[in-house]
């Protein structure tokens, strides 16, 4: 990034022809820029900030009118880079726009950088390097819930967790170290591994959430399994409510997986069906068998179906003990049907459902919808981590914690502090209070300019 001293200008709409341009300036030379191109009622450096005036830009060389306009006018800090900022609403045609720009940096502007704006948001106050990642997050959104991941991570969500660990750590660090110096003093043992189990656990719970987080962020992968005939193809064009994929009355007609979108409730879902599972008879068949068990491992959650009108087999039997240990709802399907199956000594409550006639669907739903959230509402009342570079942040930050929880037991107290200086220096990073300029560079260069 260039000198902050400068004042920046870019176009922040997308380049083209659009209805409106909108190109933005930044810095203390906003307003006198304004007031050379622009022929309204007042001189903007004149105007109440946080206000809005119509009149013409105008080429200041030779009095030529080139757009009527409206002009957007505020004054730091209470701006998004905490500058003077000023915004020229103009037509949006790509030469018209491209020549406004040309008059704004002739006068002393100079052309913003990917994320600049932002940038300079950061390196003034106003946000953290968290915040900055949510603006992103927030423009790149495609769903609801990825949009309201988004919202709480700007609003300071994960900044507020952030901030109460470090002060948390800040202060036992204080105290393990008036340990070192003054033993008479210290604080116990057993209260300083309570204190520090406690801020460990705010740490886990962080990490926990980013699975989830991640899945609403980027989409939750829901993959149809089970041995071949047992209506998973079925089930997977009722969700979808269309004939996506082939269904005949002959097993193993699903030979590759398919996938498919859905949102529903805010919640972005890639539901995948795939090829039956069980002996196969022919290599096309192995080929298949070998592409589901691929899906299995990238899977968010498995719909483990079996066939209520058909006792189990030894295919069903092996298939459940290949999902062992990974996120599954067994679900009895074809219930319509006489029943025959018995899931005596099966773990977990069936779902029953009806994939041909509809019946057992919301109840499906709502247990997929239960299993991935614990029932906590989607509103932005609880925060879920999605971010990867936090994600591992905290992860490192984690095991500084257990390096010090595990000094702290043996009586090790700068060992421990050594540790948790280290989780501090890892929340710094994380908040962007200290963080190398590589890092920035990863983060701001994804940015648009403009933003």
């Not at 022809?17 to 903007?44: C, M, N, Q, W, Y």
């Not at 043996?410 to 209070?433: H, I, N, P």
């Amino acid at each position: 990034m260039g000198p902050l001293e400068d004042t920046i200008a870019a176009v922040a709409t997308p380049w083209g022809v659009g209805g409106v341009g909108i190109i933005r300036l930044s810095g203390e030379l906003s307003f006198p820029i304004a007031d050379r191109i622009f022929r309204g009622k007042t001189h903007p450096s004149k105007a109440q900030s946080h206000t809005i005036h119509y009149g013409w830009i105008f080429d200041p060389r030779t009095g030529e009118e080139i757009d009527e306009v409206l002009l957007l006018l505020m004054r730091g800090p209470s701006t998004y880079t905490t500058e003077d900022v000023v915004e020229v609403s103009a037509h949006g045609g790509l030469f018209l726009i491209k020549r406004i720009l040309g008059l704004v940096t002739e006068l002393g502007a100079r052309p913003a950088e990917r994320g600049e704006f932002t940038y300079r948001a950061f390196m003034r106050g106003r946000i953290d390097l968290s915040q900055a990642e949510a603006i992103l997050d927030l423009v790149e959104a495609q769903t609801l819930g990825g949009q309201r991941i988004a919202a709480q991570q700007l609003k300071g969500a994960l900044s507020s967790s952030l901030r109460e660990l470090r002060e948390g750590l800040f202060s036992l660090l204080v105290e393990v170290e008036a340990g070192l110096d003054f033993p008479e003093e210290e604080m116990g043992d057993s209260d300083l591994t309570r204190v520090l189990s406690r801020l460990l656990a705010k740490v886990d719970s962080l990490i926990s959430s980013y699975q989830k987080g991640r899945a609403l962020r980027r989409g939750i992968r829901v993959v149809f399994v089970g041995k071949r005939n047992v209506g998973k193809s079925t089930l997977f064009n009722r969700f979808l409510g269309q004939e996506r994929a082939i269904v005949t009355p002959y097993a193993g007609t699903t030979r590759d997986s398919l996938e498919a979108n859905l949102e529903r409730e805010g919640i972005p879902f890639c539901l995948v069906d795939t090829a039956g599972l069980g002996k196969a008879a022919d290599p096309v068949e192995r080929e298949a068998a070998q592409r589901s068990l691929a899906e299995l491992k990238e899977a968010d959650l498995l719909l483990f179906l079996v066939d209520s009108s058909q006792v189990l087999s030894e295919d069903d039997c092996r298939i459940w003990e290949l999902t062992q240990g990974r996120e599954r709802i067994l679900v009895k399907n074809k219930i319509d049907l006489p029943a025959r199956i018995d899931l005596r000594g099966w773990t977990g409550e069936a779902v029953e459902v009806s994939a041909q006639k509809g019946s057992g669907i919301d109840e499906l739903w709502r247990e997929i919808r239960e299993r991935l959230f614990d029932s906590k509402p989607l509103d932005g009342s609880h925060y879920l981590l999605s971010d990867l570079r936090c994600w591992r942040s905290l992860q490192a930050i984690r095991e500084d914690l257990i390096r010090a929880q595990d000094a702290l037991a043996c009586g090790l107290g700068e060992a421990a502090a050594v540790s948790l200086r280290g989780a501090l220096r890892g929340l710094g990073e994380l908040t962007g209070e200290k963080v190398s300029p590589d890092i920035l560079e990863g983060i701001f260069s994804r940015f648009c300019v403009g933003k």
